[in-house]
């Protein structure tokens, strides 16, 4: 047990420093919305912060939350549990690389990050009419989150993705209308033709699938493998799987992310070239704010 649990431990450390490594947050990023999409009524926003959460709110998720709150989002920390009473206030529920230990490189960060309870609350809250955006990632992230996934009928692989046909250095996905990989949806059509989305980077992640239903709106490429997040972490085809999913569920409706960074603004590399939402190459700042409209019911 205590050979494995070691082995694990190794295998996580190697594959969230390769995912990593190369990618830190753009602090000289600064967001712009130019006609925001509340100007009064503003919708209150839970920032979840009570689950070991690797992203936070003033951390390594403060560019995209500065811009949601440029669009007229009321964003609020919260580390309290998730209840019936802690979420009722809410609008949209926010979760971001949430982890089932203090630390991301613990043995145990990978193991569930909610109680049972919790999931259940939070699926009510949904059913009831509440909107959720669960963020995850590669390996640990998405052993931590499946609990939670699994209530909305989503499956997470809970391995690590990555494309061998990229070029060497290249650590981020290209996902484009052009490539077939960006897939028709509200969220990616936008409310006209300056909101649409043509080009997306992603940054490796983990793969999903959505119940009967749901819509994938961002897919991997046809050379695309999952590593598993166990030794000797096999790799499998990830072909076709995907990155993003949107669903209704009861009156409420729901967005889960295999990849974190396509909503922050990171820069990567020696040569600092931005990758996310503060790239000039991709569309991910409103891929962004197109998610948050469609879960505060801006679109239909």
């Given at each position: ?89 809410f609008k949209v529920l926010i ?123 961002l897919r991997l490429s046809q ?11 096999k790799e499998t085809p990830a ?62």
């Amino acid at each position: 047990m205590i050979m494995m649990k070691a082995l694990l431990l190794i295998s996580l450390l190697l594959l969230v420093g390769s995912a990593r490594a190369q990618q830190i947050v753009d602090i000289d990023f600064k967001a712009g919305v130019s006609q925001p999409a509340f100007t009064k009524n503003f919708p209150r926003v839970m920032f979840d912060e009570g689950h070991n959460n690797y992203l936070t709110r003033l951390g390594r998720y403060k560019p995209f939350v500065n811009l949601i709150e440029l669009d007229g989002y009321q964003v609020v920390t919260s580390r309290k549990t998730f209840s019936k009473e802690s979420l009722e206030t809410f609008k949209v529920l926010i979760i971001a690389d949430a982890l089932g230990a203090e630390d991301v490189d613990d043995a145990e960060a990978g193991h569930p990050a909610f109680a049972d309870n919790e999931c259940d609350a939070v699926r009510d809250w949904v059913k009831a009419g509440g909107s959720l955006l669960l963020i995850t990632d590669h390996a640990p992230f998405g052993g931590a989150a499946e609990i939670l996934a699994k209530r909305f009928g989503v499956e997470m692989s809970a391995g690590t993705t990555r494309d061998p046909a990229l070029p060497d250095g290249q650590n981020w996905f290209i996902s484009s209308r052009e490539n077939k990989l960006v897939l028709d949806h509200a969220i990616t059509a936008g409310r006209s033709d300056t909101e649409k989305i043509n080009r997306v980077m992603t940054f490796g992640g983990q793969t999903l699938k959505g119940p009967e239903g749901s819509a994938a709106f961002l897919r991997l490429s046809q050379t695309a493998v999952e590593a598993a997040a166990l030794p000797p972490n096999k790799e499998t085809p990830a072909a076709g799987q995907s990155q993003a999913i949107a669903l209704r569920f009861g009156k409420g409706r729901v967005v889960v992310l295999g990849e974190a960074s396509m909503l922050n603004a990171q820069v990567s590399g020696r040569q600092r070239a931005p990758v996310g939402i503060n790239s000039p190459d991709a569309d991910n700042q409103q891929l962004a704010l197109n998610i948050m409209h469609w879960l505060s019911g801006l679109m239909k």
